[in-house]
């Protein structure tokens, strides 16, 4: 529980995200949504492969995430530390930032 408790703590930021339409969180699995417009909820295309771009840039980072779409997911072991947890936030952020540029 106090992994969980770090892990929504390090990514509580991205839900103001104008990109993110939202972050949600069963556990120790947390999704990361990413939209091109967050008033509208316009959904970027799935051709354009946004969350592809945010793992590319974890495994530069040496980091694991997982891309579904436009969602980009935690899904950590539980040996994961909570130091561990807050890198994987930091690389999601950049990440995500990265890939909603244009």
């Known amino acids: 529980r106090e ?15 104008p990109h993110v339409a939202e972050v949600r969180q069963h556990g120790m699995i947390l ?3 990413m939209i091109r417009d967050k008033a509208s909820r316009q959904p970027y295309p799935w051709q354009e492969r ?3 771009r945010v793992y590319r840039h974890a495994l530069e980072q040496g980091a694991l995430l997982r891309p579904l779409g436009n969602v980009i997911y935690f ?13 994987l936030a930091q690389i999601a ?5 990265l890939a909603t540029r244009d």
């Open 3 to 17: 992994l969980a408790r770090v892990m929504a703590d390090s990514t509580a930021h991205l839900a103001d995200h």
């Open 31 to 33: 999704a990361i949504e």
């Open 50 to 52: 946004r969350g592809l």
């Open 75 to 87: 899904m950590p072991p539980y040996v994961i530390t909570p130091d561990e947890i807050r890198r």
């Open 93 to 97: 952020t950049s990440g995500i930032e």
